[in-house]
């Protein structure tokens, strides 16, 4: 051969090769889909070439792939008639630039257990794939200029490849891949086209295998083929490409519809809510196309900021064809591709929730919060959200129940109870069940939902009413009390034999608290505080805290158990005021902890440190 040049190949090259090489992976057919790939780019940008230049070799052929097999010699053959490349283009791109790809692949060759060669096209290096199964391969190609000629790339897999002048006169690039033994089911026709119909269906130009006419490809997206024709297979392996996620989708939903809008999409709720560190999808948004021309990477208008976990294509052929984003924005085409994706999305949620309550709740645990966030950013689809929100309660503690199912079982537990729903806001599903304003609640076997996540206070402020009836914080609330029982409070404090001790803890606790009060509620805690009336409410106070506002926390009212041994003690330590001072402060930390309001630590230790002293003083 003519001119022939030798290189070696780049470092990270020869690991991957090596790699790919003594790889055991099993799924060694995908290096035609890479080919394939390779192929199709390659026809593509000729057809873009073509839009502005006709001074192209060949330039009257029909834009094409054809594959042809030797059994014997154990022989593909791969041609495309697309862009080729001359010498400079084929060292650079099959050898010698330095591939950041090959390194990010070999990362994940490195974590990854399942078979990663299946996504080795995302990574840029998808060529070398063809050593799986190859002892050597050739390159031909001739450039789509005039001025170039062709040349030749081998390479055996090994640390070198060679490159030298080649006679080829059409356009286009052709790859001879000499199988080793063991592969050599490859070299055959009837094999290669169940492969083809596996992975490279969608291509856009024809597929033609041996001296068949008829081409073997499907050729149209497949967002736009009819569902009946797609396996599941087919959606894994799309959505694998289209995220490298290898965790299977949690749900996946294709529709194809005509009115109001002629639209494709082809959707997703992944696997996770967090996108991995190799994962192909970098920001959120779905996959924009007109017309099979992908216009849009990331679009972000076509579904609500609460939906943009979900991933996919959309495609619709009334968006105008060749447009700028910024007109697509302005050709009013979006609102109505918006709502009906949007209720796409609900549609699929509500039969999965109705239907598949395990799979729900699989979803509800990932992206659960995305809803709640819809909530809180008072969506216009609020009334579609709500049914769809799941909680743990009172009396359901294991259990993810409904709005709809605790309204029903309401009446039965608590008939008399006005009708509210009732919830409590925390920061720890443990512990919230300790929390002294459940006291009355558990006593009277009412039932309360336990919000127990920072999003909850956000949703709240969106969340007043379900059904027209309202979601009351047992926090803030004397909801369950009656007037009367409020008045014989409010005298029971001010007169008799708990006079005294009220006066006691408000002289102790002066400004930190609004009032002490004496507590008709409480049974098995010691004191609680709650709000005055009219004052900030508490999910309003715990946004402050989360958004880190500066901002006055409002004093609160502590109500005490007069009936609790410890309230009795304190009572009972007449004469002893510096320890009855200490225990009261204790009383108030203890319940602003319970609050979820940390109070001065050094104090408190110190305190505590105090009165273990006292006890084991005591003891002695
Ligand atoms: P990627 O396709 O992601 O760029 P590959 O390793 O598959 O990575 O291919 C490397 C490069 O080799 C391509 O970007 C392209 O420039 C060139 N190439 C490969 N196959 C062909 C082909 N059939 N025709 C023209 N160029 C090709
Ligand atoms: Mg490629």
Redesign the pocket.
């Known amino acids: 051969m003519e001119n022939t040049q030798s290189y070696t190949f780049k470092a990270e090259t020869k690991q991957l090769l090596n790699i790919l090489i003594h790889s055991l992976y099993k799924d060694k057919e995908v290096f035609l889909r890479?080919?394939l790939?390779?192929?199709s780019?390659?026809l593509n940008r000729l057809k873009f070439e073509l839009l502005t230049n006709k001074d192209v070799v060949d330039v009257e052929k029909e834009l094409a792939i054809h594959i042809s097999v030797d059994k014997d010699k154990k022989l593909i053959t791969i041609s495309?008639n697309?862009?080729?490349?001359n010498r400079a283009?084929i060292v650079e791109?099959?050898g010698t630039i330095a591939q950041s790809?090959a390194r990010n692949f070999i990362e994940l060759a490195k974590q990854q257990s399942s078979d990663f060669s299946q996504v080795i096209?995302q990574?840029?290096?998808?060529?070398?794939s063809v050593f799986m199964v190859a002892d050597s391969v050739k390159?031909t190609?001739r450039s789509f200029s005039p001025a170039d000629t062709a040349v030749q790339w081998t390479a055996s897999g090994d640390e070198t490849f060679e490159v030298a002048d080649s006679n080829k006169q059409d356009r286009?690039?052709t790859?001879e891949i000499s199988l080793k033994d063991e592969f050599s089911e490859f070299a055959d026709e009837y094999r290669l086209r169940e492969i083809v119909h596996k992975h490279s269906d969608f291509i856009g130009f024809p597929i033609f295998i041996g001296s068949d006419e008829k081409q073997v490809n499907k050729q149209t997206a497949m967002w736009r083929t009819n569902k009946k024709e797609l396996t599941d297979e087919q959606y894994k392996d799309f959505y694998r490409q289209f995220t490298l996620d290898f965790d299977e989708p949690i749900h996946t939903f294709h529709n194809i519809t005509d009115a109001p809008v002629q639209l494709y999409s082809l959707m997703f709720f992944p696997s996770k809510a967090e996108r991995s560190m190799f994962s192909t999808r970098k920001d959120d948004g779905v996959k924009l196309y007109s017309r099979n021309i992908l216009i849009d990477e990331y679009n972000k208008d076509l579904l609500p900021e609460y939906f943009r976990f979900v991933q996919g294509v959309v495609d619709s052929e009334d968006l105008p064809l060749n447009v700028s984003r910024e007109t697509i924005q302005s050709s009013g085409l979006l609102p109505g591709l918006k709502k009906v994706l949007t209720g796409q999305v609900f549609k699929e949620l509500e039969n999965m929730a109705k239907n598949d309550s395990e799979k729900y709740l699989v979803f509800w645990k990932e992206f659960g919060l995305f809803l709640k966030q819809g909530i809180a950013m008072n969506a216009p689809e609020v009334d579609k959200i709500t049914p769809l929100l799941r909680f743990h309660t009172s009396t359901q503690e294991e259990t993810w129940t409904t709005l709809d199912e605790y309204i029903a079982r309401q009446p039965e537990a608590a008939p008399d109870v006005a009708k509210h729903i009732y919830y409590i806001v925390g920061d720890d599903p443990r512990s919230i069940m300790f929390s002294p304003h459940l006291d009355h609640y558990k006593s009277q076997n009412i039932e309360v939902l336990l919000l127990t996540e920072p999003i909850d206070s956000f949703m709240l402020m969106g969340l007043t009413k379900y059904k027209e009836i309202e979601l009351k914080n047992i926090a803030a609330s004397d909801e369950v009390k009656t007037d009367e029982e409020k008045k014989e409070e409010k005298e029971k404090a001010e007169t008799g034999e708990n006079k005294g001790l009220i006066d006691v803890f408000k002289s102790v606790l002066g400004e930190k608290v609004a009032d002490v009060r004496v507590s008709s509620t409480l049974s098995t805690s010691v004191a609680r505080l709650v709000d005055e009336d009219g004052g900030m409410n508490p999910e309003m106070q715990r946004v402050y805290r989360y958004l880190g506002k500066d901002f006055d926390q409002p004093k609160k009212v502590l109500e005490i158990n007069t009936t609790h041994p410890l309230v009795e003690g304190i009572n009972a330590l007449t004469g002893q005021a510096e320890l009855q001072a200490k225990l009261i402060e204790q009383v108030l930390d203890s319940a602003s902890i319970l609050e979820g309001v940390t109070p001065d630590p050094a104090k408190m230790v110190q305190r505590i440190q105090e009165l273990m002293s006292v006890i084991l003083e005591k003891s002695k």
Do not use: K, P
Request: proline share 0%.
């Open positions: 890479e080919l790939s390779n192929a780019d390659a495309d697309g862009i080729g490349m283009e791109n099959l790809g096209g990574f840029g290096v998808g060529f070398y390159v190609s286009g690039t790859i």
